[in-house]
Each structure stands twice: as structure tokens, then as C-alpha cells.
């Protein structure tokens, strides 16, 4: 059931990032992230309270909250970190250094005390291998597509915080709340973090036109899949292989942008794409 749960997440998280990626250049990153969350904050909320999950937070460890918390607030900004790589970089470059935090889970879990074989250990270095040539473009011409340097330190911030995000709701939430209920924690949490910055900082939150509303909805309803199956997984099996198998998210984000947005990378880049890919098959095994 992991390995479903992990791959589930991987085709969400893999349309809504091609899709976010589109809605951040038209819309801006701040305003994408913030009206993606009502999808998952009102169907998951109707659905914890038609089914008495809101009772499960009840009597629960200190710890549990406090890292549900921390895991939502970090959510938001590993999140804001992807829009803004998508934003102004190329797509099919950020998203697998993002990808990395697979990888980076399973150091955390290792060091958490779930044990890894040796193939995964060599997986997870070929996935930092991977992500350094893909970061380092070595092609003058992709330096000049989107400032590709400055979306590459989006992207790593990203994965880093990912990777913690998951490592803390995979050993103190999931355990306890299960997968669905930290969905609810970290969209209900977003809407009022962004919604009181930009009351803060007078940013405008106006509402999706009606060509980009579609668009929205749909980027909410994948993510929010996405985050039900890895969190779900997580509680149900080992944290590694879960989030090893939902970065392969990004095999189907830069398909798409290589031959719908026609963004083209060096070979380096490429045979950087190649080794995360085969990181994240080692670590899974």
C-alpha cells in the first residue's frame, strides 16, 4: 500500500506543479499558493467533520501538536519557496532539485533510526550528484532562460525544508493523526499565515480571474491528493520509501515542460536529471 500511496502522490504533486508553475508566472506565487489551499482546507475540513476526525486531536502527546505546527508553518514556506523557483526559473530544472527531498527524508530517517540497505545509501548520493549538475549549468544559453541561478537557490531552500516537513510529520504526526487530518492542519494554517502577511504588507489577494480559476481549482485538487497520499503512507508503512517514490513527482513535471513549454537543458543538465532519477529507484528498492 506505500508503494501505491507514494506513487499516487508523485502523478499529483507532478500536475500540480506543471500547472503551478504556469499560474505563478501569470498570477504571481503569493496569490497562486495562497487560493490553491481552499480546495483541500473546505473538502478536507467537511470530510474530517462528517467523520468525527476532528475528535482524534483530543488527548493527544504535547509533541504531536507542537511538530504538527512547526511542520505546517515550515510547509509554507517550502512551499512559497517552489511557486517562487517556478516563477523565475525553468521548470524542468527546479523541479527535480526540489525532487531531492526524497532523499534528504531518508537521511533523516536513517538518523531517526530507520535503517537503510546499502542500495539506498548509494541512492541517495547519486541523487546529490544529480542535483549539483543540474544546479551548476554549465550551458551559457540556459543561464540566460529565466534566471536559472536564482531558481536553482529557490528550489534547494525548497527541497531542504521538505524533507524536514515530512521527516516530522512521518515520526510525530502521521503515527498518531494519520494521514488525512494533517491536511486540514496544513491548509487551514497557510490561508492564515499568508492571508495575515498580506494584510501586513497590503498585497493583494483579489480573487482568480475565470480563466485562471480553473486552473487553481485544479492545481488544489492534485495537491491535495498528493498530500493525502504521502502523509497517509507515512503513517502507514516507511517514511523513506513513501517520500523517495513521491519525488518521482517531478519525472512527470519536467516531461511536461520539456515538450509543452519546449525548455530545453544542456547535456549536463540532463545526465544531472538522470542520476537524481536514479537515486530516487535505488533509495525505493
Known sequence: MEIILGLTSAIGWGGADFLAGLASRQMGSFRTLFFTQFVGFITVGLYALATGLFFTLEAQPTIVYVAAVAAALLNIVSSFCLYRAFEIGLMAVVSPITASYGALTAVFAFISGERLPAVRVL???????????????????????????????????????????????????????????????????????????ALLIRHPLTVPRKHDLGRVLL????????????????????????????????????????YLLHERLHKSQWLGVALIFTGIVLVSL
Not at 154 to 182: Q, S
Not at 243 to 252: N, R
Request: glycine letters at 10%; a positive charge; one cysteine or more.
Open 123 to 197: 541512492g541517495v548520493l547519486s541523487a546529490v550528484v544529480g542535483v549539483m549538475l543540474t544546479a551548476f549549468v554549465i550551458n551559457p544559453e540556459a543561464l540566460q532562460q529565466r534566471n536559472v541561478r536564482r531558481g536553482v537557490s529557490w528550489a534547494i531552500t525548497g527541497a531542504v525544508g521538505y524533507a524536514l516537513v515530512f521527516w516530522l510529520f512521518g515520526f510525530y504526526v502521521t503515527p498518531y493523526l494519520g494521514g488525512i487530518l494533517p491536511v486540514f492542519i496544513i491548509r487551514a494554517l497557510t490561508i492564515v499565515v499568508l492571508g495575515s502577511i
Open 219 to 258: 492545481i488544489g485538487v492534485c495537491d491535495t491528493t498528493a498530500y493525502i497520499a504521502i502523509l497517509s503512507g507515512t503513517a502507514l508503512g516507511a517514511v523513506s520509501i513513501v517520500t523517495v517514490l513521491s519525488s518521482l513527482y517531478t519525472t512527470v513535471t519536467v516531461v511536461l515542460a520539456a
